[in-house]
């Protein structure tokens, strides 16, 4: 397997302590992925002018207004759900990723919002999970982790 198809990938780290991909490991949501433009906030901030603004135009039916405050309500509030379903979809992707990496002979484990895995010489590495081109994807890396066995 070629690691060449990993840094490939504009959201998967380009760095040379890759161990193993594990494409698709679990899907994304089918909502935007949260950035500045969809922002709640940011649709309410602009919303709200514009529909004001739109309503003392004289040439333009004063409903208009009302109308794009409801509008821009409605994505504000789809926004709202598309950022709160990414979070709880990268945890989801977190376990899964654990349970794929087992299911693999690795030993991985979940400690708070980080995966780590353990090498052969029980040396505790770090392993992260990315949004890949089709879905969550999970890359085992040589980095050494500060966390100990106990």
């Not at 490939?8 to 991909?21: A, F, N």
């Not at 309503?55 to 794009?68: C, N, Q, R, S």
Request: net charge negative; proline share 9%; charged share 15%.
């Amino acid at each position: 397997m070629s690691l060449q198809q990993s840094f490939d990938d504009p959201h998967r780290p380009t760095t040379d302590t890759t161990v193993r991909v594990f494409p698709n490991i679990a899907p994304t949501p089918r909502s935007p992925e949260p950035t500045w433009w969809n922002n709640p906030a940011a649709i309410a901030l602009i919303g709200m002018p514009l529909s004001v603004g739109l309503t003392w135009l004289p040439w333009l039916p004063p409903i208009l207004g009302v109308v794009a405050m409801l509008s821009s309500l409605v994505v504000a509030v789809c926004a709202a759900v598309a950022h709160l379903t990414w979070p709880e979809s990268h945890v989801k992707a977190l376990a899964e990723g654990a349970w794929v990496a087992r299911q693999c002979g690795y030993q991985a484990a979940v400690s708070g919002h980080e995966l780590h895995w353990m090498d052969g010489d029980d040396t505790i590495k770090h392993a992260t999970v990315v949004r890949g081109s089709t879905g969550w994807d999970l890359i085992l890396t040589a980095q050494n982790t500060s966390i100990s066995v106990d």
